[in-house]
């Protein structure tokens, strides 16, 4: 654990959890507009091809 200027560990230690799971959040966010914008060209891709 480090500490970046927290009053206490106990301090720290919620810090590095509640960065954690945003951490998460932003990453499963991320993966989300991916797999959106992967669908969508393959769609278009599909379209294309059988016009």
């Given at each position: 654990m480090v500490r970046a200027g927290q009053s206490s560990e106990k301090?720290?230690?919620?810090?590095?959890?509640?960065?954690d799971e945003r951490q998460?959040?932003?990453a499963e966010g991320l993966d989300?507009?991916?797999r959106a914008a992967r669908n969508a060209a393959v769609s278009q891709q599909s379209?294309?091809?059988?016009a």
């Open positions: 301090a720290a230690l919620i810090y590095q959890h509640s960065d998460r959040e932003v989300a507009k991916v379209q294309a091809q059988e």
